[in-house]
């Protein structure tokens, strides 16, 4: 793939697609800006080698063209947050991807900035539609790829508008592929997987192939709550994957010791918090975090690793009740510095709740992608990768 520091940049407008798929609280404001703050860098470096213009492009949440206008999907914040970080006026369109808006695009003033509302109220991003593609890559001389995240996915935006333009990776695309090559290559054992939280489907495979490679894989969530269904232990009310319960009969220790939490925190019928072995969970009752006994136990198992892949919290990390399971790994990884440890997903980053620490670690990576980063390390082709090379 070509790196976006290959192209002739000056004067020539950039289409950068970004991936900006960000919760909002109660109150509006956005919960968790690591993708955002990720992809500036790219945009500095456009704006230092003397781009016309930037057109920006991503997603929020999954709606459908009959939701366009509707307020909860439209990037209008994103637009102001972005302005406020970068210090500049950051144009927002509306418009539908016409020849009038690349028009509009071309008068503003040279080094502008624009963000597009959402690129999934047009039926032709789902659809990996070439019209729609064609009529994208009319905004823009350039296009840039600095949505690793979705870019397991094969819509317009990340796939068919490379037909139609000069097409490069972004500098935070380039990095996580890179450092995810390197995680890949330099297993250094003990290597210690940690799934947990929701998307088993999405999960499995890498839990199978890394049955086979690992030393060890640590399971919590609904991850956890399925397997153990599976297996015929009671789970009360807890949650779990319906859809992968007989594939997830079959998993096991190989290689790899699977390790499952022994003790839960759960919520009673009555609204009580409650520890609970394995054996003694009622019908009434959820899981929503793992015990101590088990938390102590994977954070042992953390601090001998050489290698760590982490994806998935392992309760209801957003309530201070069920955070400690997950507060507890977090702490464990950030303290191994003898182990080169990848850490991605967007609610396993959201409950990280001092990323900086993180980030000034040459030997821990925070991956931007979820079920992205799980293809891409369980070998799967993403297509949005296949179309830049």
């Known amino acids: 793939?070509?790196?976006?520091?290959e192209a002739d940049i000056k004067d020539k407008r950039v289409i950068v697609r970004v991936d900006w798929n960000v919760i909002f609280d109660k109150r509006g404001e956005i919960e968790d800006d690591f993708r955002i703050r990720q992809t500036l860098p790219t945009i500095k470096f456009l704006q230092e080698r003397g781009a016309r213009s930037?057109?920006?492009?991503?997603?929020?949440?999954?709606?459908?063209?009959?939701d366009k206008g509707n307020s909860e999907f439209s990037?209008?914040?994103?637009?102001?947050y972005l302005s406020n970080l970068l210090g500049i006026k950051v144009y927002f369109f509306t418009e539908d991807i016409s020849s009038h808006l690349s028009k509009k695009i071309k008068q503003l003033d040279r080094g502008s900035i624009v963000l597009l509302e959402n690129i999934r109220f047009y039926p032709g991003e789902l659809r990996n539609d070439d019209v729609f593609a064609k009529e994208l890559a009319l905004l823009g001389d350039i296009y840039v790829n600095e949505a690793f995240s979705v870019s397991h996915r094969k819509?317009?935006?990340?796939?068919?508008?490379?037909?139609?333009?000069?097409?490069?990776?972004?500098?935070?695309?380039?990095?996580?592929?890179?450092?995810?090559?390197?995680?890949?290559?330099?297993?250094?054992?003990?290597?210690?997987?940690?799934m947990g939280g929701a998307?088993?489907?999405?999960?499995?495979p890498l839990i199978k192939k890394f049955l086979l490679q690992a030393d060890y894989i640590l399971g919590g969530g609904i991850l956890a709550n399925t397997i153990l269904k599976s297996w015929g232990f009671e789970i009360?009310?807890?949650l779990w994957d319906k859809e992968v319960l007989e594939e997830a009969k079959s998993l096991g220790s190989r290689r790899a010791e699977l390790v499952l939490p022994g003790d839960f925190l759960v919520l009673t019928k009555t609204g009580k918090v409650q520890k609970r072995g394995l054996g003694e969970i009622k019908k009434t009752d959820t899981i929503l975090d793992i015990g101590?006994?088990?938390?102590?136990?994977?954070?042992?198992?953390?601090?001998k690793a050489r290698t760590i892949f982490w994806n998935g919290p392992m309760g209801k990390y957003e309530d201070e009740r069920f955070s400690q399971g997950t507060q507890k790994i977090s702490k464990a990884i950030l303290k191994n510095n003898k182990a080169y440890s990848v850490i991605g997903g967007g609610e396993t980053l959201a409950s990280i709740k001092d990323k900086d620490k993180f980030l000034g670690q040459d030997n821990i990576f925070l991956s931007t992608?979820?079920?992205a980063t799980l293809k891409f390390l369980a070998g799967e082709k993403l297509p949005a990768l296949e179309c830049l090379k």
């Open 155 to 194: 819509q317009a935006s990340l796939c068919a508008i490379t037909k139609y333009l000069p097409s490069y990776e972004g500098l935070l695309l380039e990095k996580e592929v890179q450092r995810l090559r390197q995680f890949l290559h330099n297993f250094c054992p003990p290597v210690v997987i940690i």
């Open 199 to 204: 998307k088993t489907k999405d999960k499995l």
């Open 75 to 80: 990037l209008r914040p994103l637009a102001t």
């Open 1 to 5: 793939m070509r790196s976006v520091t």
């Open 292 to 303: 101590p006994i088990a938390a102590d136990s994977f954070v042992k198992i953390i601090n």
């Open 54 to 66: 930037i057109i920006l492009l991503s997603h929020l949440g999954r709606p459908s063209a009959e």
């Open 369 to 371: 992608g979820g079920g």
């Open 236 to 238: 009360g009310n807890s």
